[in-house]
């Protein structure tokens, strides 16, 4: 078992700023990627980033250029830093880590931090 907990998240204007940490205890050594995934209002959940072990990075188009993943491997954490916010940011951000083998959408969770973003 694999326990996340997140922190950062919270409301900014369009344009702005905002950091998310993750840290990931218990089972870490079975993580291979480390994630963030949103769920934006009445839509299903959609995966923001991911990074691998090895440190390569995979975004969606939407947050292309405006978001950076990083992790630390040596503190089990992944963070997620987020400029030039957009409305169509605002959702519930989820930590994700993905053990070996498991694929996308799939291992564990954290409980969700919002973020909001106004116009």
């Known amino acids: 078992q694999v326990h996340l907990v997140e922190s950062g998240g919270g409301l900014v204007q369009a344009g702005g700023s905002l950091n998310l940490s993750c840290a990931a205890s218990?089972?870490?050594?079975?993580?291979?990627?480390l994630g963030w995934y949103r769920r934006p209002p009445g839509k299903q959940r959609e995966l923001v980033a991911i990074v691998s072990s090895g440190g390569h990075a995979t975004y969606a188009d939407s947050v292309q250029g405006r978001f950076t993943i990083s992790r630390d491997n040596a503190k089990s954490a992944v963070y997620l830093q987020m400029v030039t916010l957009k409305p169509e940011d605002t959702g519930v951000y989820y930590c994700?880590?993905?053990?070996?083998?498991?694929?996308?959408?799939?291992?564990?969770w954290g409980q969700g931090t919002q973020v909001t973003v106004s116009s």
């Open positions: 994700n880590a993905e053990p070996t083998g498991w694929g996308r959408y799939r291992g564990y």
């Open positions: 218990g089972a870490t050594f079975t993580i291979d990627h």
